[in-house]
């Protein structure tokens, strides 16, 4: 008996001829993710991926590991059998229930069932007839009740031919599509709480996010800079490494309060932030832009304001949270451990030069009439010499 890892991935199944790429990313992320641990054999084997445990594996580090990384339903630590032992049917179930018996010690589920999957039809008895005979034994060793629709535990057995799976604790995954399948995308991210949540939505449907931080060092403090580290540092975890682009905004800013009134100053900058974060991706082959925005959620977020800053782009700008509430973002924030960071005390530059209420209802007129006494592409030249990039790798 080994301890095996088994990994399954969902949505995976749908993906036609493109299935045996998928895969192999997602073997390839895995391999990467335990490439520190005492984790060997990480390979694709009949519908699952599996790789073998060693003895010195620390499992609870692997879960959280695993738990982050998108491509994956569920997982689980199984007891691996050999089902090649003796020839007859029953001496499969006995060496399944050799695996299974320990299984259960310390547990007093108010309910169970025993779960069979035959994957291929090797193993000679059909699954249903399975599940009863190992149930039965749970049930003579522990008197437990059996639950069929709504069980408390549930006791897996995948049986794949020579050799068979044997697991008690199902792990959910992140789910969603493997990193690398998806294109890379270009996420702005502020200090705040809705843009690393943004990211981690496109990381999830497997897109590769590159980062771009806007920041007004030195007229404000290095804060900023620093909390947009650690969120592309933890959220890192997730995709394995990461490229930062730090933008130098302030003396862009110090030149439009020179000519564009306060309430329309929010506007601006964001508009700036788009054309300047165009050029970046297009430089660094990104596909779109995705930003934190929420219709109302703060001032300048009406839908009108939302247009205003949407007239400048040329690429696609995703909003993955836009119709989300402030309660679900936080919440997806705390899971993906964003949250802490991001309510850390920093100077965004969005505040720079700007109003506490900045306009709500910007017309596109005034708007582009404040930009013609400005050298627009001159001062986004001028925020692309100064863009320092930094690499990112997991440090765990
Ligand atoms: P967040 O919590 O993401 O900061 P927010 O609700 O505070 O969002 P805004 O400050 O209006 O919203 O910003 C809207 C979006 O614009 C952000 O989600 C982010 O994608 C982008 N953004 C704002 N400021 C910056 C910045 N300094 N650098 C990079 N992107 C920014
Ligand atoms: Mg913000």
Redesign the pocket.
């Known amino acids: 008996m080994t301890e095996t890892l088994v990994i399954h991935y969902l949505e995976l199944s749908l993906k036609g001829k493109n299935r045996p790429w998928f895969i192999e990313r997602l073997v390839r992320s895995i391999r990467v993710l335990v490439a520190d641990q005492d984790v060997s054999h990480v390979r694709h084997v009949q519908g699952r991926i599996e790789a073998r445990l060693g003895a010195n594996a620390n499992w609870a580090e692997i879960r959280s590991r695993l738990a982050g990384l998108p491509g994956i339903a569920n997982f689980a630590k199984a007891t691996q059998i050999d089902l090649t032992r003796g020839a007859e049917a029953t001496s499969g179930i006995d060496a399944m229930w050799e695996a299974m018996r320990p299984m259960l010690d310390g547990r007093t589920p108010a309910s169970f069932r025993v779960k069979v999957r035959r994957v291929n039809k090797q193993f000679p008895i059909e699954s249903p007839a399975v599940e009863r005979a190992l149930g039965e034994r749970v049930i003579a060793a522990t008197g437990w009740r059996v639950d069929l629709s709504n069980p408390a535990l549930t006791l897996w057995v995948e049986a794949l031919g020579e050799h068979a799976l044997v697991y008690a604790d199902r792990e959910p995954g992140a789910g969603g599509l493997p990193i690398g399948t998806g294109g890379k995308v270009l996420c702005l991210l502020?200090?705040?709480i809705?843009?690393p949540v943004a990211a981690w939505r496109m990381m999830r449907r497997g897109c590769t996010a590159l980062f771009v931080h806007f920041h007004a060092y030195p007229i404000l403090s290095i804060a900023s800079q620093e909390k947009a580290r650690e969120l592309v540092q933890t959220l890192t975890r997730r995709q394995l490494k990461s490229k930062l682009f730090l933008v130098p905004f302030g003396a862009l800013q110090q030149q439009v309060v020179l000519s564009v009134p306060p309430p329309l100053r929010v506007i601006i900058y964001r508009r700036f932030m788009v054309r300047i974060a165009e050029e970046i991706a297009r430089r660094a082959n990104a596909l779109a832009l995705v930003t934190g925005d929420v219709v109302g959620q703060v001032a300048s977020q009406t839908l009108e304001n939302i247009v205003a800053v949407n007239q400048v782009a040329t690429m696609p700008i995703l909003r993955p949270l836009i119709s989300c509430d402030k309660e679900e973002i936080t919440a997806e924030a705390r899971e993906i451990g964003t949250y802490g960071t991001s309510i850390l005390e920093d100077q965004?530059c969005?505040t720079l030069f700007t109003p506490e209420l900045p306009s709500t209802r910007t017309t596109l007129r005034l708007v582009e009439e404040a930009e013609q006494a400005l050298d627009v592409p001159a001062l986004v030249a001028m925020a692309l010499e100064g863009v320092t990039l930094e690499s990112h790798g997991v440090a765990w």
Request: glycine share 28%; aromatic share 0%.
């Open positions: 502020s200090g705040g809705d843009s965004d969005c």
